[in-house]
């Protein structure tokens, strides 16, 4: 079974702060990594997706892989109340056709 | 650029009816992906379309769900007697190959009573 893991929170940190969303996921052929935002009753928006170890930035968000870990990470700097939402991990795994598997996705809350 | 659309954005049906659920995808996307959301879960993989063809369709709960893309670009979902389970958001995503990032359309809310 296939699978991906997110802390369902709710992930609370104060405005300008540094919030950190965590993955893991369970099979070490996986190969493409996603990360969607998801606002209540819309749907998931990508914001982000890494390929390769390492990090990789886009504005105030940088994604982290670790495949040796089978981890992956979100993390948002100087967060905005406007970041607040549900943020889903997306994994394809090596092997399929395309299609991504889902974690349940963490909520994070940012406080003015 | 357009993004993703799709019709309905909200239908509501009877047990036992028929459904169609209709996505466009992004203009030159050649990979197509149907999921559906339940409530306080990630979206579940139901179909991928690469052209015109079911590349995967392993996602498919049972034989009361049938989706085709004739053409190469719209698609549509089909559900059969549909059941009080099958009440979720039924997502589109298309993508420019498979394998690559997808973008998500805004959804159809199926409910089903």
């Known amino acids: 079974q296939k699978e991906v893991e997110q802390n369902s929170g709710p992930l609370s940190v104060p405005e300008g702060a540094i919030a950190s969303l965590n993955c893991t996921y369970s099979d070490r052929g996986s190969q493409s990594f996603f990360w969607y935002r998801q606002y209540s009753g819309k749907s998931p928006e990508l914001i982000m997706f890494?390929?390769?170890?390492g990090d990789k930035e886009d504005g105030r968000f940088t994604a982290q892989l670790n495949k040796a870990s089978q981890y992956v990470s979100l993390l948002i700097r100087d967060s905005q109340p406007s970041d607040s939402a549900t943020y889903l991990c997306?994994?394809?795994?090596?092997?399929?056709?395309?299609?991504?598997?889902f974690g349940k996705g963490t909520k994070l809350s940012v406080k003015p | 650029g357009a993004g993703v659309s799709q019709t309905p954005s909200n239908k509501v049906t009877e047990k036992g009816k028929y459904v169609e659920l209709r996505c466009d995808p992004i203009s030159g996307h050649t990979a197509l992906y149907w999921y559906r959301q339940s409530l306080g879960q990630g979206p579940e993989f139901l179909i991928y379309?690469?052209?015109?063809?079911?590349?995967?369709d392993s996602g498919l709960p049972n034989d009361r769900f049938f989706a085709v893309r004739p053409e190469g670009s719209v698609s549509t979902l089909k559900i059969q007697r549909t059941e009080r389970g099958d009440s979720a958001v039924y997502l589109c995503?298309?993508?420019?190959?498979?394998?690559?990032?997808?973008?998500f359309g805004p959804g159809t809310r199926l409910t089903v009573t």
């Open positions: 890494i390929y390769s170890n």
């Open positions: 997306a994994v394809r795994y090596g092997g399929s056709q395309g299609n991504l598997i």
């Open positions: 995503a298309s993508s420019p190959g498979g394998g690559r990032e997808q973008y």
């Open positions: 379309f690469q052209g015109t063809g079911a590349a995967d």
